[in-house]
Structure formats: structure tokens, C-alpha cells
């Protein structure tokens, strides 16, 4: 299996305002973001199970001119709260570098 972090040059996450998480997938290349960019180990469903949040709620983005999928989530706990421990949404990626990949 390959996994996301071999197939990706950068992977990043980020707020999206208080209550969001969005995490963008720069994948190595053309070929590379054809063969995964649509791979259900990055789908709604998958994303949804790895960070606790609702599947419907899960959004996916391909962004085909950057060869970037682009996924957004709710956050578990609004930025900023008393027991929300990543204020700027920096390190919530980490948790996909491990994901393996079909195709």
C-alpha cells in the first residue's frame, strides 16, 4: 500500500474560521493526484471515522489545476475554548500521514 505522505510533497492543516479544520492535500504531480486524489481513504467517510465528527458534515474539494485535494471538517472544539489544544489547527494533518492509499 502507499501511504499519504509518500505521494504528497506537503500536507498542511489550518483553521477555517472558529468552528472549521480544513487540511490541503498537495499532491507530487499530475499522475499522482489522478491516481488518489478521489480514493475513499480520503473520502467523507474515512476522514469522518479519523478525527470523530459527522461523515455528512465532511467536505471534499479538488482543486485540479494545483493537483490539491482540499477537506474540511467541523472542529471538535471551537478555537480558542478551554480545552481546544491546537489554536491555530497547525498540527490536525497529523493523523493522515499514515493513511494507505488504494490504486
Not at 77 to 88: L, N, S
Not at 91 to 96: A, F, G, K, N, T
Not at 97 to 103: A, E, P, R, S
Request: aromatic share 10%; charged share 25%; net charge neutral.
Amino acid at each position: 500500500m502507499t501511504k499519504l505522505r509518500d505521494v504528497c510533497r506537503h500536507i498542511r492543516s489550518k483553521n477555517a474560521g472558529p468552528f472549521w479544520i480544513t487540511v490541503d492535500l498537495f499532491f507530487d504531480g499530475g499522475e499522482t493526484y489522478a491516481r488518489h486524489a478521489d480514493d475513499p481513504a480520503i473520502g467523507p467517510d474515512a476522514v469522518a471515522v479519523l478525527f470523530g465528527v459527522d461523515p455528512t458534515q465532511v467536505k471534499r474539494f479538488r482543486i485540479d489545476d494545483l493537483n490539491v485535494v482540499k477537506l474540511s471538517y467541523p472542529r471538535a472544539r471551537p478555537q480558542g475554548g478551554a480545552f481546544e489544544r491546537d489554536m491555530h489547527g497547525g498540527q490536525q494533518y497529523v493523523p493522515l500521514l499514515d493513511i494507505d492509499l488504494g490504486g
